[in-house]
């Protein structure tokens, strides 16, 4: 069987991870999101995907490659063009993107499925394309209920007693939603519904086509199904997917590593002083990094492999990427540390460097900058901690 993974997004609401990681590579416990996608495919007999990609394809293709690791066939559909001999993208849209496919060779040739590239997913597939081939269906959106404040981020649906769509909203206000259920980024299409897509433009499945088939009183149904569904299209959604993995509340997401210590788990070679740091797990270390003696770490808290955390630093409930060096007395609390970045839960980000704080987060593979005395570290705190 076959699908198709919408990977070709810009992630503008993820930076500035976005800015050198393409959305579906954003890892999950060093995982990328996307894999989980390719494993769930395989379980139900989707072995045939098509990748769209654009920013940053190459990430994409050279992790994935054609599929074999991963127990599928991975084909992928470029939407850009070169300019001055480099990769510009240019996505055609969720939609665009299904027909530039087709048009290249009719890839589509029987019930397919659709997921976006940017969320955990633990869905029975089977069940759901079982639901759309007995209702004839020629589109199929997978929903769930969220509450009626969260709706304003994604599409809402409205659809009778079976099943059948009635109204699709993209993102309204809150005041103006018609129902609670909301647009997962999950389809079960036909191949015919790609004649309602226009050739060689930018058009979006839930905001353009999918209007477009309720108002033609189109065969298009929606399933509304009890599954874990974790959506990483913000920083503060990727901030509370990893809480949710340390704290066992996504269940298809293992923690990585060996489990040293109720609650902490470390990659392989951490140098750390069990007697001389205070770890409160949940916590999540990635392998050669190096805590020094008088750190603290609280969980729920992800540290990435080759960082370097300093004596008498504080790290709180906060995510720490690769190769980030934090210095002594530094205090993070709910915080996410990408780069020269530092991001908060609700997504407001410090550009270290630009604030001239490129000595308080570092590159671990830098040599270990200068750092001076008190003042430096309490205005760290004020800028950086609580």
């Given at each position: 069987m076959k699908a198709m993974i919408l990977a070709a997004g810009k992630g503008t609401r993820v930076r500035p991870i976005t800015y050198t990681v393409p959305k579906p590579m954003i890892p999950i416990l060093q995982k990328p999101v996307m894999e989980f996608l390719l494993e769930l495919l395989r379980q139900h007999g989707f072995t045939e995907v098509m990748v769209n990609v654009s920013h940053l394809a190459n990430e994409i293709e050279s992790y994935f490659r054609d599929g074999q690791r991963f127990g599928v066939n991975i084909a992928y559909s470029f939407e850009g063009r070169i300019v001055d001999g480099q990769l510009v993208g240019e996505a055609?849209?969720?939609a665009g993107g299904i027909r530039r496919v087709q048009d290249f060779n009719c890839f589509f040739d029987d019930t397919f499925i659709v997921l976006c590239g940017d969320a955990l997913i633990d869905l029975d597939l089977t069940a759901a394309v079982k639901f759309h081939r007995e209702q004839g269906a020629i589109a199929t959106v997978v929903t769930k209920s969220m509450p009626r404040e969260a709706v304003s981020s994604y599409g809402v649906v409205v659809a009778d007693e079976q099943g059948r769509i009635q109204t699709f909203q993209e993102k309204p206000?809150?005041?103006?939603a018609l129902s609670t259920t909301i647009n997962t980024g999950i389809y079960i299409l036909e191949p015919e519904v790609i004649d309602y897509i226009p050739q060689n433009q930018k058009f979006d499945l839930g905001s353009q086509l999918f209007p477009r088939l309720v108002e033609m009183g189109a065969p298009f149904y929606a399933i509304?199904?009890?599954?874990?569904?974790v959506d990483i299209g913000k920083v503060p959604d990727y901030w509370q997917a990893i809480r949710g993995v340390l704290l066992g509340e996504i269940k298809n997401v293992e923690i990585p590593g060996t489990q040293v210590a109720p609650g902490i788990y470390t990659g392989l070679n951490v140098a750390v002083n069990w007697d001389k740091v205070?770890?409160?797990g949940p916590v999540y270390i990635g392998g050669m990094t190096h805590i020094e003696d008088g750190a603290r770490i609280v969980g729920p808290t992800m540290i990435g492999p080759n960082c370097w955390?300093?004596?008498?630093?504080t790290v709180n409930n906060s995510i720490i990427f690769d190769y980030s060096r934090l210095g002594p007395k530094v205090r993070l609390v709910d915080k996410l540390v990408f780069g020269r970045y530092c991001v908060d839960k609700d997504g407001a980000a410090i550009d270290v460097q630009a604030a001239a704080l490129d000595w308080l987060i570092t590159d671990s593979r830098q040599s270990p900058p200068h750092y001076e005395p008190e003042q430096r570290t309490a205005l760290a705190q004020l800028l950086i901690g609580e």
């Open positions: 055609l849209g969720s206000s809150v005041a103006e509304d199904m009890d599954f874990e569904w205070d770890i409160e955390v300093c004596s008498g630093a």
